[in-house]
């Protein structure tokens, strides 16, 4: 009797496997998968590269993502023109994910969670993109550093006009 019910046991067992793998396919499963194999696949192609974060969007069916990048001095998030961006509040309908490249927090990914309920999905795409969203943060930390040199020198210019005038006062003053 135990070894009927055994055999019994495990036919149907056997028999669930391909009925739970159709069932995973037909409810598109498998198809976010696909998508972010196909977004490392694009990301590594030379030629006709889309910008990483129309093919995130793309990706992940959000047309609303955002990506931030993380800068030092002070540090915050900013976007891709360096102009300084604030995380989502906790009730907003919105999520973010970090990036990291090993230890290091280099950006975030910022989507609406109505869109894409499955967190794990986002985080895989930020694994994925880890190294193409630190390459953009250089960039935005370029243009960080690139403001502040501007705004040094506008400092510097003013201060010895300011000078100037100051000497050319007591010269005249002198006379």
Known sequence: Q?????????????????????AVVLSGGFAATGELHELGATLDAEEGRPAL????????GDPTLELLFRVTDPE??????????????????????????GERLVGAIVYDDNLIPDRGLVEDAARVTALA??????????YTGRERLL????????????QRRRIARDLHDGL
């Not at 974060?53 to 992940?60: E, I, N, P």
């Not at 023109?81 to 906790?90: G, K, N, R, Y």
């Not at 969203?133 to 370029?142: G, H, K, Q, S």
Request: hydrophobic share 45%; net charge negative; charged share 30%.
């Open 2 to 22: 135990s070894t009927v019910d055994f055999a019994v046991a495990q036919l149907t067992v056997m028999a669930g496997v391909p009925v739970a793998f159709v």
């Open 76 to 101: 915050r998030y900013v976007d891709r023109e360096a102009d300084t961006v604030e995380t989502p509040l906790p009730d907003s309908g919105r999520r973010l994910v970090e990036v990291r490249v």
């Open 151 to 162: 705004v040094s020198r506008a400092r510097l210019i003013e201060a010895t006009d300011a």
């Open 133 to 142: 969203i630190d390459n953009e943060r250089l960039t935005a930390e370029l």
């Open 53 to 60: 974060r129309s093919a995130l969007r793309q990706a992940l």
